[in-house]
């Protein structure tokens, strides 16, 4: 690819995919060399990179639900066998307990 198309597509990914850094352009032409996202012949072409963008962009998106899931997940207190709750019959006799105390003062 002549260097004025790799100027043009730099800065067609810089005006389309801001928030991507440096590392996840990085992986992505890792993997698009790999061939993860098709098989290229001779010269790549500008069309071929951005399309093969979508791709990455879409599974990027995934990977961060998935991690931001699990994230939360992890966050929200699990129950513990010191928390345990009461038969209606302890409810009843607590609920009893409580009305003669209030009674007795």
């Known amino acids: 690819m002549p260097v004025a198309r790799q100027k043009e597509l730099a ?3 810089l005006a389309e995919y801001p928030v991507l ?3 996840e352009l990085l992986l992505f032409f890792h993997r698009l060399k790999c061939g993860r996202y098709g098989r290229f012949y001779g010269s790549v072409d500008a069309l071929f990179i951005s399309s ?4 990455f962009t879409d599974e990027h998106k995934k990977e961060l639900y998935r991690i ?3 994230q939360q997940r992890d966050r929200q207190p699990q129950p513990t066998a010191t928390h345990r709750g009461i ?12 009305q003669d105390e209030e009674k007795s003062k």
């Not at 038969?87 to 409580?98: G, I, R």
């Open 11 to 13: 800065a067609l990914i």
């Open 21 to 23: 850094k440096v590392s």
């Open 52 to 55: 093969a963008l979508l791709s």
């Open 68 to 70: 931001k899931s699990e």
């Open 87 to 98: 038969t209606y019959e302890e409810y009843l006799q607590l609920k009893q307990q409580k």
